[in-house]
């Protein structure tokens, strides 16, 4: 089993910074892709940000790319999600997710494990 855990999210003002962060346990993560995904009222979960565990390959979705950065620690589990020049429509519930395939990771379905979520609240 493994569990995720996120942390990090608030309240910030339009072109401000955050940085989230996703701890996991339970399982040894060396060939999982780790991911970030994002939901907002009414919308679909979608895709932000996806890096192998070990760091050696990262996706972005196009409306992020240049302004957020996914990153991996492997002695602390955790994957962090640095979110800058941020805008309200980055407004949305983040997700961090686990799936133990290959290559890529932009779709949800891929992932095997989710986190709770943390709410980034982006004011203009």
């Known amino acids: 089993q493994v569990q995720l855990v996120e942390s990090g999210g608030g309240l910030v003002q339009a072109g401000g910074s955050l940085r989230l962060s996703c701890a996991a346990s339970g399982r040894t993560f060396s060939t999982y892709r780790m991911g970030w995904f994002r939901q907002a009222p009414g919308k679909e979960r979608d895709f932000v940000a996806a890096i192998s565990w070990r760091g050696s390959s990262t996706y972005y979705a196009d409306s992020v790319k240049g302004r957020f950065t996914i990153s991996s620690d492997n002695a602390k589990n955790t994957v962090y999600l640095q979110m800058k020049s941020l805008k309200p429509e980055d407004t949305a519930v983040y997700y961090c997710?686990?799936?133990?395939?290959?290559?890529?990771?932009?779709?949800?379905?891929?992932?095997?494990?989710w986190g709770q979520g943390t709410q980034v609240t982006v004011s203009s």
């Open positions: 997710a686990a799936g133990a395939f290959p290559t890529g990771g932009t779709m949800a379905a891929r992932y095997d494990y």
